[in-house]
């Protein structure tokens, strides 16, 4: 079964660092996503990816945040200066077309720890 | 604000018997809703969606939806232990214009053997 594959599967970094993460969507997907989750509390959405743009933000994704998809198939995350609220788990998730119907598949995640 | 609410249990019930996972969300534009199960330190897992009131089966799974009352629900008859997890109801407003989903906390479901 396609899987959305994302690494590293965790990353420890300093407080005002930048960091990557890395995501391979599924290939005939076309909507891209990520999502946080801080431990024990709720999956949050951060930003919606189509056609080479972003199609929604949440009030989460600031300045600090930025995504690309740099060729056809990695869609990164980068957050240019770590806070140590950025601390979680980043879920970065795809779906075949948008609509009331589209479910979407999540990867396995990235534990960002944030010191 | 979009809230989406669940209780967040634990939700106890014997192995065989029929769990009811509940849902609740603010925003009457909601069109879609999605039921994921997330097991500890993973990622949740899509169980299955509903957009139309009424019930929806797939296999153990049943999802309810009343707009009305703005409400939605899962029935997983026949629990098994393995179907111990956190059990997420996300909701798709027509406002999304990138099909973001709003999640709830989530309720954990514990199956006894």
């Known amino acids: 079964e396609p899987e959305v594959t994302q690494t590293p599967s965790h990353q420890v970094t300093q407080m005002g660092q930048e960091v990557i993460l890395r995501c391979v969507p599924i290939s005939n997907h076309l909507y891209f996503y990520w999502y946080r989750q801080i431990l024990g509390q709720k999956v949050e959405f951060l930003v919606s990816f189509y056609n080479n743009e972003i199609s929604e933000k949440s009030e989460i994704f600031d300045d600090q945040f930025s995504v690309e998809r740099p060729d056809g198939s990695n869609f990164t995350l980068k957050i240019r200066s770590t806070k140590l609220e950025d601390s979680a788990m980043y879920f970065c998730?795809?779906?075949?077309?948008?609509?009331?119907?589209?479910?979407?598949?999540f990867g396995s995640g990235t534990r960002l720890t944030v010191v | 604000q979009k809230e989406v609410e669940q209780n967040s249990g634990p939700l106890s019930v014997p192995e065989g018997a029929i769990a009811s996972l509940n849902c609740t969300y603010s925003d009457r534009g909601s069109q879609s809703f999605f039921w994921y199960r997330q097991y500890s330190g993973k990622s949740p897992e899509l169980i299955m969606f509903i957009y139309s009131n009424g019930d929806k089966e797939d296999g153990r799974f049943t999802a309810q939806l009343n707009k009305a009352s703005q409400y939605v629900s899962l029935l997983i008859r026949d629990s098994q232990p393995s179907d111990s997890a956190t059990y997420l109801c996300?909701?798709?407003?027509?406002?999304?214009?990138?099909?973001?989903?709003?999640f709830g906390k989530g309720t954990s479901l514990l199956v006894t053997p």
């Open positions: 996300a909701v798709r407003s027509f406002s999304n214009s990138g099909y973001a989903l709003n």
């Open positions: 998730a795809s779906a075949p077309s948008g609509g009331r119907a589209s479910g979407y598949t």
